[in-house]
């Protein structure tokens, strides 16, 4: 994730510097975003005001609009040092991003600036600037993990200081997140080094404030990785209502829905996201990682909850409004891997639906396009076996497998989390799986399946999954079509632990129990399965088409 947010910071910055704009057009007014305060030295209401909403965008991971907003501050109170620390701020890594080496002159001269009308400020913003000045380095040879380090510990030093600012104590879990970005628990659920301490401190804001919209958000991304995303529900269920016109922040609520099973809540945050993001897209603001990657996010997402909640005809045409988002020049460029992926979503929203048909109708990517060429064979081949045309399915399962083979694909990546050569070998297997139980060989189609399983639990996490279908709901299908009910009831007992109350597996599991003669344990599983499944536009005869 993070070379593909820096391949993005090095493209924008050819088009867009957040501080080289000479002038910000003044607004009369200031829109404020929630109801965030944090009060700095200034006589100016709207240098207070925009200054708010700048460490409100920054919260939101907009730091290009909270550049503005810092500028717009500045611009109505010259001597305002902590308008100047704004900007600087932004420029810096966050847990998306790694820092942008052609922004560091710039970050710099707006920490001198802020040092510079230092002595107007208040002893508690003199030692936010001073914090921040552990941030960055002209000398290009410095080595960024410790300009980290030193941050982490100059913010630490301010919150331990400052105890009851909350914000110097988000902005403290921030610095310590962003030294080991995504990275907040081990492969079997155990927290990392830092992991304890941004939990308690982030409990400890909100439970002061439970509203505080940095801490909210952060909260949400160092539990959703966990044994435990349930931690985050509270987080989630605030946060949404907290800033309507951040999209970014009316998203992240989804991050924990997904991870719990209440996919209608990740769909309905992810739409009133992409509305939110539609509104701010409709003013003039200059293109920047926003609109380039976290907009498209949000589609991303909108596709994957409905899909786990049966709305084929949301989930299509969310895959297909991404697809039309995507840059097409731009994803022929290395690094730039995540745009593929989006291209090729359409396809893998068609397959998870069974639309055979509208898959045959698509027409062939560009040749020079292996990832999305790929993913279209296998689209067509898992039609053909949909429609028992077996010999065609075959001969796309010959084209995947040569594409899988080419080692180039291990640097295209989606995020830079999980490669795409990954993907098409499980597509391989799943493919084959599926064509040897059309073709009768049950035993043939379980082992590719369980390859295939293989090689999908050994994908990063990544959310929404890399993998578009999990696999588990395929295996359990064609278990219970060997007569192996047993086996296929564990099978999606373990996709149910992973994908809580999704109705794929608990169609599946009901499935498992009636052929088991656990009729009392189906009809309970049916219940659940109404529930999941109530606002669905597709009828299940299998967990998986």
Request: hydrophobic share 40%; aromatic share 10%.
């Amino acid at each position: 994730m993070r070379r593909f947010f820096l391949a993005l910071l090095l493209l924008v910055s050819l088009l867009y510097s957040p501080l080289a704009a000479v002038a910000v057009e003044l607004t009369p007014q200031c829109d404020r975003l929630g109801e965030f305060h944090h009060p700095i030295s200034t006589d100016s209401p709207l240098t207070q005001c925009y200054f708010d909403r700048g460490l409100v965008l920054t919260y939101g991971f907009n730091h290009a609009e909270a550049a503005r907003s810092f500028q717009q501050a500045a611009q109505r109170d010259p001597d305002c040092a902590m308008c100047y620390w704004g900007m600087a701020l932004v420029l810096g890594p966050n847990i998306n991003a790694a820092m942008d080496s052609a922004t560091i002159p710039e970050a710099w001269q707006a920490l001198e600036k802020a040092r510079l009308l230092s002595p107007k400020a208040s002893q508690s913003e003199r030692d936010y600037i001073q914090a921040l000045t552990q941030r960055y380095s002209l000398d290009a040879t410095a080595d960024r993990a410790s300009l980290d380090i030193a941050y982490a510990e100059a913010m630490r030093e301010l919150s331990q200081r400052y105890s009851e600012d909350l914000d110097a104590a988000t902005l403290f879990v921030e610095a310590l997140m962003d030294m080991t970005p995504w990275d907040y628990w081990t492969p079997s659920g155990e927290p990392n080094a830092h992991t304890m301490e941004i939990l308690t401190t982030l409990e400890s804001v909100l439970a002061r404030n439970p509203n505080h919209i940095g801490a909210n958000h952060l909260y949400v991304h160092a539990v959703e990785t966990s044994p435990y995303p349930e931690r985050g529900i509270e987080s989630a269920d605030r946060l949404g209502d907290l800033v309507p016109a951040s999209g970014h922040l009316v998203h992240v609520p989804s991050h924990i829905y997904i991870r719990v099973g209440r996919y209608h809540d990740a769909a309905i945050a992810n739409q009133r996201a992409i509305e939110a993001d539609r509104a701010y897209l409709s003013q003039d603001h200059a293109e920047g990682i926003y609109t380039l990657a976290y907009v498209l996010h949000n589609y991303h997402f909108l596709w994957a909850s409905a899909t786990m909640e049966g709305q084929s005809q949301v989930a299509i045409q969310a895959a297909r409004n991404l697809a039309a988002r995507v840059n097409r020049r731009m994803m022929r460029q290395p690094g730039y891997g995540t745009l593929q992926h989006f291209y090729v979503l359409p396809l893998y929203a068609l397959t998870r639906f069974g639309k055979w048909d509208e898959i045959l109708r698509q027409p062939s990517p560009a040749p020079d396009l292996e990832y999305p060429t790929g993913v279209w064979h296998y689209a067509r081949g898992m039609a053909f076996v949909g429609k028992g045309e077996l010999e065609k399915a075959a001969q796309e399962l010959e084209s995947v497998r040569a594409i899988a083979s080419h080692s180039a694909l291990k640097d295209v990546t989606i995020w830079e989390v999980n490669n795409t050569q990954s993907l098409l070998q499980i597509a391989s297997e799943m493919l084959a799986g599926e064509l040897a139980g059309k073709q009768g060989e049950e035993e043939r189609a379980i082992a590719h399946l369980n390859r295939a399983l293989t090689l999908e639990e050994a994908l990063n996490y990544d959310e929404p999954e890399t993998w578009y279908s999990p696999v588990r709901q395929s295996l359990g299908a064609i278990l219970l079509e060997a007569n192996q009910p047993a086996a296929a009831e564990k099978v999606y007992q373990a996709d149910l632990a992973q994908h809580p109350e999704n109705g794929w597996s608990l169609f599946g599991s009901m499935q498992s129990l009636q052929a088991q003669g656990k009729l009392a344990e189906a009809k309970a599983v049916q219940k659940r399965l109404e529930t999941a499944w109530q606002y669905a536009d597709v009828t299940l005869t299998a967990s998986r088409f």
